[in-house]
């Protein structure tokens, strides 16, 4: 797990990464794909991570959340070519 600065876009590194995102207020974490973040992003594939980051909430409603990015690791539903 590297901190999400280390990338910048959500189409570097192909796509091929997962973001975890825990809540700093309840503690609960899950998995993002950047091909879900993708189709709900204005910019798509182009979009700044710093962006996602900004607009992440967790489910209990807070907006403080920590984001990670994870390679090698493919979450349940994962399409390793999402178009
Ligand atoms: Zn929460």
Known sequence: MVPWTAIER???HFGDYVLLVTCRA???S????????ARHSPAGWDEPIANI???LRCRCGKKSVDVQI???HKPRGWNKNPS
């Open 10 to 12: 959500l189409r570097d």
């Open 26 to 28: 309840c503690r609960h």
């Open 30 to 37: 899950r998995e993002v794909s950047p091909a879900f973040l």
């Open 53 to 55: 980051v900004e607009r």
């Open 70 to 72: 994870g390679f090698n």
